[in-house]
């Protein structure tokens, strides 16, 4: 068998939170495609680093300030990219928060603030930008989750209500859209190295009274391939359910999880 051909060149792409980590190794893996990439996040300067980037890749970039956690900033987000594209094919909600904790120690507003800054933030894009999916004909979303949505974990409260929340939302919504020739499905990666990593090992070695060194080997030992996941693991598996070679494929929950869900997951 040859190379599978994605078929992404020229297609117009949305990655909410593509100005670091997850997002932005998933915003060049489409422009390393040929595919013109609109990012939006709060943090104007790592904004236009991004935009720099997949603007180096020879294709169209657009950088785009938004919070998501208001409907206006999703609303706003779908129509930057969809003005300097002329059209929206694929849009990839991965934008999330970073909070953690239990339920004896949270605020109610905290305990919410996954879902809201997350699950209802992907639900307000998809909204926004479904008459633009289905004029593509081929319209795709695809949802960075998380490994919580499976598992529990110490302070995972926020997050794992989060992400199956938006698992849910996943199923539901693939269901509704794929007359429309739209896919929907959600990927879910595990604790991931990306720039947050340095602080959490840093954390990690405090907590364990261990050298650097050792806090890196308690993490790495979750991970049946022998190392940690990292941002460039995750971009393949968004870029194949993006392609046409995907297009039976929807309503899936897929983990790019380097072995570290220790059981069957159906």
């Known amino acids: 068998m040859g190379t599978i051909n994605l078929q992404l060149n020229s297609k117009a792409v949305l990655v909410t939170g593509g100005n670091r980590g997850i997002g ?3 915003a060049l893996g489409f422009a390393g495609e040929g595919a013109n990439v609109a990012i939006c996040g709060r943090d104007k300067m790592a904004l236009t680093s991004a935009k720099a980037e997949i603007e180096a890749k020879g294709v169209q970039a657009v950088a785009v300030v938004a919070d998501l956690f208001e409907a206006e900033g999703c609303r706003a987000a779908i129509a930057a990219a969809t003005d300097a594209f002329g059209r929206l094919d694929v849009l990839v909600n991965n934008a999330s928060t970073n909070i953690g904790g239990r339920l004896e120690t949270l605020s109610d507003e905290q305990v919410m603030e996954r ?39 110490v302070d995972g409260l926020p997050s794992g209500l989060g992400n199956a929340a938006l698992a849910n939302f996943v199923k539901q919504f693939s269901y509704e859209v794929a007359a429309d020739g739209i896919t929907v499905n959600i990927v879910h990666p595990p604790f991931t190295k ?18 650097l060194e050792e806090a890196e080997a308690s993490f790495t030992a979750g991970f049946p391939i022998g190392r940690i996941v990292e941002p460039d693991d995750i971009a393949p598996m968004v870029l194949f359910l993006a392609s046409p070679q995907a297009s ?5 929950a897929i983990a790019v999880d380097g072995g570290a869900t220790p059981y069957v997951a159906y």
């Open 24 to 26: 932005k190794a998933i």
């Open 115 to 153: 879902v809201n800054g997350k699950t209802l933030a992907s639900m307000r894009c998809c909204r926004a930008a479904l008459r633009h999916l289905r004029s593509s004909g081929r319209g795709r979303v695809i949802c960075i989750g998380g490994s919580s949505a499976r598992n529990v974990g």
């Open 248 to 252: 039976a494929v929807t309503g899936q």
């Open 194 to 211: 990306t720039d947050r990593y340095p602080a959490r090992l840093e954390a990690r070695a405090k907590k364990l009274g261990v050298s």
